[in-house]
């Protein structure tokens, strides 16, 4: 389960699947306070996002050397780079965008990597095709709001304004905002700024798959669902943890929790 928020670290309490939280973009002014919330739970385990630069890349390796965790999950690969050469346990992200054998080979081979999560974006077939590796961990992720864009630049100024004419070195850090827009072909989309962040723009609906579990059995050793609390088009009608039963229910083979969960994760 993928969360963000300290206000979500009661989950890891009252559930026994394992819990990723996702780092910021900003690392370098977040990074003390990481290196705290890491220390005092230790069962979390670090996602890594795909961009981080200059001063917040290097921030993001000494958080990785100071809280050494058992592992991590990285879609950069200057961390996984730095995780290799540390000798700890990394597995590649779905930014990856993992589709065939070879890489997944390559990257145990050349990078002591320890899995990866396939791309979404390749079908059953597709899928099937692929060649597992000795020892390696494979792992879909079956729900998450669909992120289409990251951007460094504002995506507000043109969508809802700013007083600001430039941005400047408090926006990243600050600025906490979300919009939504309509293409003329009726479709829409989030634009989205949460503090410590890049700007994101994601797809209105998310992405949910329950049919590859019983599509392709025993081909993955996990699965991972995106609960963050970014505010895509998709209402939640159960609380998350009750949301997270019903996904161990779908896993352990119960044949109404795929229904139970289109009607809580709607539209």
């Known amino acids: 389960v993928l969360i963000s928020s300290p206000d979500d670290l009661q989950l890891c309490r009252s559930s026994s699947a394992s819990f990723y939280y996702q780092l910021p973009n900003a690392m370098n002014s977040a990074c003390d306070g990481l ?45 996984a780079f730095a995780a290799s050469r540390a000798g700890i346990a990394w597995i590649a992200g779905p930014q990856l965008n993992l589709v065939n054998s070879y890489s997944l080979l390559c990257l145990q081979e050349q990078f002591n990597c320890s899995g990866a999560f396939i791309s979404n974006e390749i079908n059953r077939m597709q899928i099937k095709a692929i060649k597992r590796p000795a020892g390696f961990e494979l792992h879909y992720r079956i729900y998450h709001p669909i992120e289409l864009m990251t951007s460094l630049q504002c995506l507000f100024h043109q969508v809802t304004g700013c007083a600001k004419h430039t941005m400047d070195g408090s926006c990243i850090a600050q600025c906490e905002k979300r919009a939504a827009i309509t293409n003329l072909k009726d479709e829409s989309f989030v634009v989205e700024k949460s503090k410590g962040n890049f700007h994101h723009l994601y797809n209105e609906s998310n992405f949910l798959n329950t049919d590859i579990i019983a599509d392709i059995p025993g081909m993955f050793t996990g699965f991972a669902i995106d609960l963050r609390r970014i505010p895509t088009g998709i209402g939640m009608a159960a609380d998350p943890l009750t949301i997270i039963t019903h996904f161990e229910q779908l896993l352990s083979g119960n044949p109404d929790s795929a229904q139970a969960l289109r009607q809580m994760l709607h539209p």
């Open 35 to 79: 290196v705290q919330l890491f220390a005092h739970n230790r069962q979390l385990i670090p996602w890594f996002p795909s961009l981080l630069i200059g001063d917040d890349y290097i921030a993001a390796v000494r958080f990785l050397h100071e809280i050494r965790p058992a592992r991590i999950v990285t879609d950069n690969t200057g961390i």
